[in-house]
């Protein structure tokens, strides 16, 4: 169990165009979702908090009107990206928390982002 | 703030050599531990966890041992193979579930 999924995998966007990321928790409920931004060869820099039915928590530095955060549902988390920049292409990650679940995140596969 | 350390990689090793990634933390209250593990061109995926002192975390022949007097939780294996080679992330999760990762350790493992 404990299965998050993440769609697409890797997307190629033209500068100026938005892309949606999709993270899906597969079989449990998830109040609480992360999402992560991670440059080639470094660590994961946390970029928000989503929390179900709730504005998401930006970490400082992060533009919450340029990463459009939605937690609809227990189960699904969405990051858009607005107006991208060939300086936001990333790999984008995000996990979920399982409803009293001591702290431990799982992890979702991750998506490549390219804007060209 | 709460913070984690690990050392600096890549650490290159031959096969069966025995390894120790070195991660130091810096936290209040009482945070649960965590090592990940991120093969080439994938997410995170859990390696072992602790949640309190003197807690060893084991799986697939890693062990870390939550050691709140040194505030470590370094991980070790006793003999590394080929498929090992990954990038190694030491982290925490303490109040509100955020998870603070160290830089992560690049490992290369020799045939």
């Known amino acids: 169990g404990a299965v998050v999924s993440q769609h697409p995998s890797r997307v190629i966007c033209k500068s100026g165009t938005s892309v949606k990321i999709e993270c899906r928790s597969l079989d449990f409920q998830a109040t609480t979702m992360f999402w992560y931004r991670q440059f080639p060869k470094q660590s994961l820099m946390l970029m928000a908090t989503?929390?179900?039915?709730?504005?998401?928590?930006?970490e400082q530095g992060v533009e919450k009107d340029k990463f459009l955060i939605n937690h609809a549902s227990l189960t699904l988390s969405t990051l858009t990206v607005t107006s991208a920049h060939p300086e936001d292409s990333s790999f984008y990650i995000c996990s979920a928390c399982r409803d009293g679940g001591m702290y431990e995140q799982y992890f979702g596969p991750g998506t490549r982002l390219t804007v060209t | 703030g709460d913070s984690v350390t690990q050392m600096e990689g890549p650490v290159t090793l031959s096969e069966e050599a025995f390894l120790t990634i070195n991660c130091t933390y810096t936290?209040?209250?009482?945070?649960?531990l965590f090592w990940y593990v991120q093969y080439p061109g994938e997410g995170l995926q859990l390696l072992l966890k602790a949640t309190k002192a003197d807690d060893k975390g084991s799986n697939k022949g890693f062990e870390a041992t939550y050691r709140k007097e040194t505030t470590s939780f370094h991980l070790e294996k006793g003999s590394v193979q080929v498929s090992d080679s990954a990038v190694y992330f030491c982290a925490l999760s303490g109040e509100g579930f955020k998870t603070i990762f160290g830089a992560g350790t690049r490992l290369f493992v020799k045939a």
């Open positions: 936290a209040t209250g009482y945070p649960s």
């Open positions: 989503s929390n179900e039915g709730s504005k998401a928590t930006y």
